[in-house]
């Protein structure tokens, strides 16, 4: 999720919508942890549903071994911002996180088909930025750019943040997939060959649960973290099984508009 609960709670209602494009294939803590933030901060919540996508015809599931939901939340997410009316949709994506990344500006413009042009972005000086946009156009807004992984668990230490469990270490039923390790769960099961271990594990990023993947840890606090951080040479969404498809697949989906 987006915005979290400093110290296990937020001092006053969330000023916006809180939206979450639900692929419906969930960690259980994840969902638990959003409906408690939801209650606590009375945001409002705004739920766009690729299972609902695919039952209205708007999207196709990918069938085989490797189907992903992850690009069906492309249409997903332009149905509801068009469907809101909204002129801006706030993300926490950095630039160290993958290497596309690094073309987007704070003020990413996306145009009246909810595509993004990595050539055609605004110039950004300085702390100037172009929020000038047509009809039907809109902006993602990325405030946390040039912040490190570090930079992030650096924050939400001093802060005392409250975040999902999955992000500290703890033991789990694991497969380990074409070099990624995945959780068992009802979304993913052994295949032909896979053999189910119990590993101790956790999270760097969080999305759906068949393409996240986990790392062995022992850091089962925020100093741990951060020295684990330290020492890592892999981004947190170097066990995304999903950006393994091709050299340019988080620039392609973006480019239709992927968040």
Known sequence: ?????????????????LLHVDTGHNFNETIEFRDRLVEISG???????????????RVVEEKGVNASRNALQIQTLLDCLEEGRYDAA???????????????RFFSHRDEFGQWDPKNQRPELWNVFNG????????????????TEMDVWQYMKA????????YFAHERE?????????????FVQPRDGETVQRKRIRFRTMGDATIT????????????????????????RGNRADDKRSESAMEDRKKQGYF
Do not use: C, Y
């Open 90 to 104: 706030i993300g926490g994506g950095r630039r160290d996180e993958e290497k596309v990344r690094a073309k987007e």
């Open 1 to 17: 999720m987006a915005h979290l609960a400093r110290k296990a709670f937020w001092p006053a209602k969330i000023p916006f919508p």
């Open 213 to 236: 993947g986990a790392v062995e840890s022992d850091a089962d606090d925020m100093s741990k973290i951060i020295e684990e951080v330290a020492a890592a040479r892999e981004t947190e």
């Open 132 to 147: 000038r946009m047509g009809p039907g156009e809109h902006f993602r807004v990325f405030p946390l750019s040039n912040w």
């Open 43 to 57: 945001a409002n919540l705004v739920v766009a549903s690729v299972q609902k996508a695919i039952d209205e015809g």
């Open 159 to 166: 802060e005392e943040i409250s975040i999902p469990s999955l």
């Open 174 to 186: 694991v497969v380990i997939r074409n070099g990624t390790i995945l959780a068992v769960s009802e």
